[in-house]
């Protein structure tokens, strides 16, 4: 393990953006390297024109839930009429399904944002309906490809759009912007990219090039922002600006509740708010489905860890009524508990097994499951996140496959997190090595915070905090140092005097308009 200083860590920091260097938004791609993006737009001008019923379909997450919102305000502002649906989980299913047809048999035009690029047998009903369909979508593409008047998807072989790691949200951005062109309209497109920055990082995208670009003006245009539900957002939090960790593990969850609990239209009104009391009032109910969401997904977490076989390379573990709005968020706790790939499954009501998968470090979920394929009755996603069902009678088998997959692929368990750089000593850690940090932000997928390991560490002092007494907060000492950190979701016994290893990222804690420098623990060991 290397051992760092300032100066080295700014070199690895910069080696990340070697290769596409700091792109900004002047020179962001025009709208026409779309695939399909005029066509598209030329279409819902003429349904406009000719006063065509149309129809948005989103997606339950929260890039379909700002995709929509995206729209939705487009058509707004320009005082253009404009239906719209987002899916119900647990009713529909996933994206344009053949469910919700009926629903929209009525209109002349629909168009999709996030989603419809699997919708093959929709895509069928739509024609027979003669209902035009535009699907603008971000994920790969099935083998079949379904009937559309226009399909906007980056991931197109021939589509030109040079980056191929987008979201939802920037496709119904690049739409917008095409639209505003075309209808000559004078809106502030610039605007809308503080609600797609909520989704780039919701949705786990590499934040370098176009993303990082997007982000970095969406961040300065949030915390400047007019809407009354980034303003409700910002006094919730008690906080005057906001960060990528801020929409990653504040913002976001609550976003995505409403869809894991209940609907995800509570989190569209929510974004549409028309003033602050309006929003306030919303997310309340935000947050209760926020609250419910984190008591269902500690039971079945509980649940589900003393299922785990700790002999498996793949953990995967099934259960009754688990509640699928949250199974892929225990998944993803089980993998950082075990530190190995994870699959959480619940019985549908068919009978059959539906579940999510994420990945731990390394590993391609997607791929080793893949090779499975046969055995399963849907399957999507990609390399770190996935979503299946399968026929209770293929489960052993699958089970089976799964840990040969594995192996065959060569992963090895005992890896090191890329993440971490290297030893660290606290000697380093202070407000001007923060600011260099600062310089690489925002962080998150692609371009991770980085970690660090510091050795012979003491802890000083140890106490319980949070409502249940769930997280842990410490004063640690090394060469007549001290540092605060905290470690969140822990139920295991630290004593004071004791000499630990620490794993952690750093951060600055912000209380009563007092800046501290702080640890992120991720792991204390002996």
Not at 4 to 13: A, D, F, Q, V, Y
Not at 300 to 326: C, Q, S
Not at 464 to 479: L, N, V
């Amino acid at each position: 393990m290397v051992n760092l200083t300032p100066k080295k860590i700014e070199e690895i920091l910069e080696d990340r953006f070697r290769d596409d260097g700091f792109l900004n938004l002047s020179n962001l791609p025009h709208p026409t390297e779309f695939k399909d993006m005029q066509k598209a737009t030329n279409r819902i001008v003429e349904a406009i024109k000719n006063r065509e019923k149309i129809i948005l379909i989103g997606d339950y997450d929260v890039d379909g839930v700002v995709s929509t919102t995206i729209i939705r305000l487009f058509f707004s502002e320009v005082g253009l009429p404009l239906d719209w649906l987002i899916p119900n989980r647990f009713r529909d299913g996933y994206g344009l399904s053949t469910t919700i047809i009926p629903r929209i048999v009525n209109y002349d035009l629909a168009i999709t944002v996030d989603n419809g690029i699997s919708a093959v047998e929709a895509s069928k009903l739509c024609k027979r309906y003669d209902i035009d369909l535009i699907i603008t979508d971000h994920h790969l593409l099935p083998k079949e490809l379904p009937i559309a008047y226009a399909i906007v998807d980056q991931k197109q072989p021939d589509c030109n759009f040079p980056y191929s790691e987008v979201c939802g949200a920037q496709i119904a951005w690049y739409l917008i912007a095409s639209l505003n062109k075309t209808l000559k309209s004078s809106v502030d497109i610039k605007s809308y990219l503080g609600l797609v920055s909520i989704a780039i990082i919701a949705d786990m995208m590499p934040l370098k090039h176009i993303n990082r670009a997007m982000v970095n003006s969406g961040l300065k245009i949030l915390n400047s922002s007019t809407l009354s539900a980034i303003k409700s957002f910002k006094n919730r939090l008690n906080k005057t600006s906001l960060n990528a960790e801020d929409i990653a593990f504040q913002i976001a969850p609550v976003l995505n509740s409403a869809g894991r609990m209940e609907d995800a239209s509570y989190a569209v009104d929510f974004l549409m708010s028309r003033n602050i009391y309006e929003a306030n009032s919303k997310l309340e109910i935000l947050i209760e489905f926020n609250n419910q969401r984190k008591a269902i997904e500690q039971k079945i977490t509980d649940e589900a860890l003393e299922k785990v076989n700790p002999k498996d390379k793949v953990i995967v573990v099934n259960g009754e009524n688990w509640h699928e709005g949250v199974i892929g968020i225990v998944s993803a706790r089980v993998a950082r508990v075990h530190k190995k790939p994870t699959i959480i499954l619940t019985k549908s009501e068919n009978g059959d097994l539906k579940g999510s998968g994420r990945s731990f470090l390394t590993c391609n979920l997607f791929e080793i499951t893949n090779e499975s394929r046969e055995l399963l009755t849907k399957f999507g996603g990609h390399h770190s996140a996935i979503g299946l069902s399968l026929p209770y009678k293929n489960l052993d088998r699958f089970k089976r496959e799964l840990q040969l997959n594995y192996m065959a692929k060569g992963y090895n368990e005992n890896i090191i997190d890329p993440d971490i750089l290297g030893e660290l000593e606290f000697r380093y850690i202070d407000f001007r090595f923060i600011e260099m940090m600062k310089r690489y932000e925002p962080y998150g997928q692609g371009n991770s915070r980085p970690k660090f390991i510091t050795k012979d560490v003491i802890i000083e002092d140890v106490a319980t905090m949070g409502k249940d007494g769930e997280h842990k907060r410490f004063i640690f000492f090394k060469d007549g140092i001290r540092l605060k950190g905290v470690l969140f979701k822990t139920q295991e016994n630290f004593f004071i005097n004791s000499c630990v290893e620490i794993i952690y990222t750093i951060n600055e804690n912000i209380f009563n308009n007092r800046v501290t420098i702080q640890l992120m623990i991720e792991e204390i060991s002996k």
